[in-house]
């Protein structure tokens, strides 16, 4: 069985501010991929990365960044001086690698808020 | 803006009603997907169509029926709702998983429709 979970149910902080949201799965299989998606207010679920198990490699963009780390099965997203805009839900999302989409086990997700 | 477009935004319907929500994209997508999803939890699938077929169908009630009329549509039927159906319905499409992409093909979502039954 898969499982996600992010434990910070809600995090506040003040612009400017560096943000790190968790993310730590389970998983038997030994290839799958790893997911963040945002939601703001608006309600639309916004895809931001998509990471194979096999790449390690940590990724930036803009002031986005993920922390990969298999050893601790864990993959989680910073968030550099962060601005209002970036209030939303965050949800990491663990999948298989083929089959169906009932493979796509999302987390309870992160309720981010950032304070002007 | 979203490349997935849903209508109506809003939706207050009666619980001996018959409404539906409709979903539309045009980015060549042959897999797509109806999620519910309650508030504060994470979405939930209920149907998946692979091409203009049904795939998936997470034991949902009847009241509730899918229908994809080709590639790029797609609508879901509601009838004789209850008030606990009331959610953000969310439709999203996706290139069909082991295809070209070799793999799990990220989820593109429209904004979702807001569904109250009174």
């Known amino acids: 069985a898969q499982k996600v979970t992010q434990a910070q149910t809600e995090i506040s902080v003040v612009e400017k501010e560096d943000v790190t949201l968790d993310c730590v799965y389970e998983?038997?299989?030994?290839?799958?991929?790893l997911f963040w998606y945002k939601q703001p207010p608006s309600g639309e679920l916004v895809f931001l990365i998509r990471r194979n198990s096999f790449d390690e490699q940590n990724e930036i963009s803009g002031r986005y960044s993920w922390n990969f780390q298999k050893s601790t099965s864990s993959f989680n997203f910073t968030i550099t001086a962060s601005q209002v805009v970036d209030s939303a839900v965050y949800f990491c999302?663990?999948?298989?690698?083929?089959?169906?989409?009932?493979?796509?086990?999302f987390g309870s997700g992160t309720q981010l808020t950032v304070l002007p | 803006d979203t490349e997935v477009t849903q209508t109506p935004k809003h939706l207050v319907m009666g619980m001996t009603n018959k409404k539906s929500l409709k979903c539309e994209q045009h980015?060549?997508?042959?897999?797509m997907y109806w999620y519910k999803q309650k508030a504060k939890k994470p979405p939930e699938l209920m149907f998946v169509?692979?091409?203009?077929?049904?795939?998936i169908n997470e034991s949902v009630p009847s009241r509730f029926s899918p229908e994809c009329p080709n590639s790029s549509l797609l609508n879901l039927h509601l009838h004789a709702l209850q008030p606990e159906d009331s959610a953000l319905y969310l439709c999203a499409s996706s290139q069909v998983s082991g295809g070209r992409d070799r793999g799990r093909p990220p989820l593109h979502f429209g904004n979702g429709t807001r569904l109250t039954v009174t």
């Open positions: 169509y692979s091409y203009e077929k049904l795939s």
């Open positions: 980015m060549g997508h042959r897999a």
């Open positions: 998983t038997r299989d030994t290839t799958y991929y």
């Open positions: 999302a663990l999948s298989k690698t083929s089959g169906s989409a009932r493979q796509l086990t």
